[in-house]
Nanobody, 116 residues
Framework: QVQLVESGGGLVQAGGSLRLSCKVS????????IGWYRQAPGKQRELVAG???????NYAESVKGRFTISKDYAKNTVILQANSLKPEDTAVYYCATTESGRGMNWGQGTQVTVSL
């Protein structure tokens, strides 16, 4: 079972940027899907951005044009570059892998807080 460790969260003013990293314990090369999810207080967890092992990428409508997901194969890391942050982006951000036959694995999350 892969282990996931997120980092890069913090407090930022609206309009600012953060770079979130998800370090995966093994190779990310063959993982079917790796996604960044977020959960704000009182809300359901939602997919923010995901990338498949074939390189297909999808984004939530609310972050399109502002967030970018990418893979660093050399470091077995998945990056979420979050630009033009808004207060409504405030949430705990989680990294998760999905593999056929193994289900999903989740990291412990990293807090992102965007102030006015």
């Amino acid at each position: 079972q892969v282990q996931l460790v997120e980092s890069g969260g913090g407090l930022v003013q609206a309009g600012g940027s953060l770079r979130l990293s998800c370090k995966v314990s093994g190779s990310i090369f063959n993982i079917d899907h790796i996604g960044w999810y977020r959960q704000a207080p009182g809300k359901q967890r939602e997919l923010v951005a995901g990338i498949t092992n074939g390189g297909s990428i999808n984004y939530a409508e609310s972050v399109k044009g502002r967030f970018t997901i990418s893979k660093d194969y050399a470091k077995n890391t998945v990056i979420l570059q979050a630009n033009s942050l808004k207060p409504e982006d405030t949430a705990v951000y989680y990294c998760a892998t999905t593999e056929s036959g193994r289900g999903m694995n989740w990291g412990q999350g990293t807090q992102v807080t965007v102030s006015l």
